[in-house]
């Protein structure tokens, strides 16, 4: 079956350190994307792909990194410059620029601890 | 600037009620609109993608948007305790990103 998959589900992080989310689909999908979800605050775009070794950044970049050297893969990198990043992370892929709408991976929960 | 807002609820019906989900928009680009279903600690589950103006039907679900207004209705019929979740919805265009409401939380009670 075509999908989305994030892991881990569930990830800890300790002060100071780096850390990577990964997401692969398998659905041919030209476009990904991240998001971060905090309660009460609805999903906020950190970066998105519209194509191999593109990337753009989204509203709250700071303190994320990505990359997208296959289709397939756009992992996330949460530096220690992020100084709030506990939160659930989704993935999402699309067709080019959301058409059809997006498909979404079933999410990391990161905390620091 | 808030572009697209939702009620965040909670909004509490019997089952078998109809529903009734509202969001409103800012951005007149916006010409597609999506509506997802997110469970507890779940990704978000695409419900319905609509382009422009009009309605969409898909099961017991009913989508409509009204560009004039700026206002988009997600309709539930017969609705079923599996469907108490959060609705998101958001909205997109050319070129863009979509942009997502913070979501409507529903609670369908037995």
């Known amino acids: 079956d075509g999908g989305i998959t994030q892991s881990p589900k569930y990830l800890f992080r300790k002060e100071g350190q780096n850390v990577t989310l990964s997401c692969e689909q398998n659905?041919?999908?030209?476009?990904m994307y991240w998001y971060r979800q905090d309660p009460g605050q609805g999903l906020r775009l950190i970066y998105y792909?519209?194509?191999?070794?593109?990337?753009q950044k989204g509203d709250i970049a700071e303190g994320y990194s990505v990359s997208r050297e296959k289709k397939e893969s756009f992992p996330l990198t949460v530096t220690s410059a992020q100084k709030n990043p506990t939160a659930f992370y989704l993935c999402?892929?699309?067709?080019?620029?959301?058409?059809?709408?997006?498909?979404f991976g079933s999410g990391t929960r990161l905390t620091v601890v | 600037q808030k572009e697209v807002e939702q009620d965040p609820g909670p909004l509490s019906v019997p089952e078998g009620a109809i529903v009734s989900l509202n969001c409103t928009y800012s951005?007149?680009?916006?010409?597609?609109f999506m509506w997802y279903r997110q469970y507890s600690r779940k990704g978000p589950e695409l419900l319905m993608y609509t382009y422009s103006s009009g309605n969409k039907e898909d099961g017991r679900f009913t989508a409509q948007v009204d560009k004039s207004s700026k206002y988009i209705s997600l309709f539930i019929r017969d609705s079923q305790p599996s469907d108490s979740a959060t609705y998101l919805c958001a909205g997109g265009g050319q070129g863009f990103s979509f942009i997502f409401g913070k979501g409507t939380r529903l609670l369908v009670k037995p």
């Open positions: 792909s519209q194509i191999v070794n593109d990337f």
């Open positions: 999402a892929s699309s067709r080019t620029q959301g058409a059809y709408g997006y498909t």
């Open positions: 951005n007149s680009a916006f010409q597609y």
């Open positions: 659905l041919n999908h030209d476009a």
